[in-house]
């Protein structure tokens, strides 16, 4: 489902006529807290400039995006959020993308936190 710059949930956020929980912005990036989080410090990177998955992102920027995520990752462990990481991304809504402009999951890890992914339910095909 196509989703216009001006109705998306994200674009609104970067255009801060939506409330969110600023972790860090950068000229192309806004980094925020996940309103819904799998873990404490469950943070969601978006790109500035509404795009719906990862082959939709410029090459460059893609980079670009993957560093500013390793910028947050690096310090989610350095407050010890977490002593390791997950990053998700979900593209269409196959996958599990629920919102339709691209951003990725940074989820701290623990220990024994019981979190699995990608566990297929038997029975489904």
């Known amino acids: 489902m196509a989703v216009s ?6 674009c609104k956020i970067v255009r801060k006529e939506i ?22 410090g469950h943070v969601l990177v978006i790109p500035k400039q509404h795009y719906t998955t990862l082959l939709d992102i410029p090459d460059r920027l893609g980079e670009e995006m993957l ?35 691209a951003h990725i999951h940074i989820i701290p890890r623990k220990e024994k936190d019981g979190i699995r992914f990608f ?3 038997l029975g489904k095909k």
């Not at 929980?21 to 989080?37: C, L, M, Q, R």
């Not at 390793?70 to 989610?76: C, D, F, H, V, W």
């Open 67 to 101: 560093k500013f995520a390793k910028q947050i990752a690096s310090e989610l462990l350095e407050k010890k959020l977490g002593d390791g990481f997950n990053i998700i991304m979900n593209n269409l809504e196959p996958a599990g993308q629920l919102v339709m402009h």
């Open 19 to 40: 409330k969110a929980d600023i972790v860090k912005e950068g000229n192309s990036f806004i980094a925020i807290k996940d309103i819904n989080p799998v873990e404490p």
């Open 5 to 10: 710059e001006k109705d998306c949930l994200f």
């Open 119 to 121: 566990v297929k339910v």
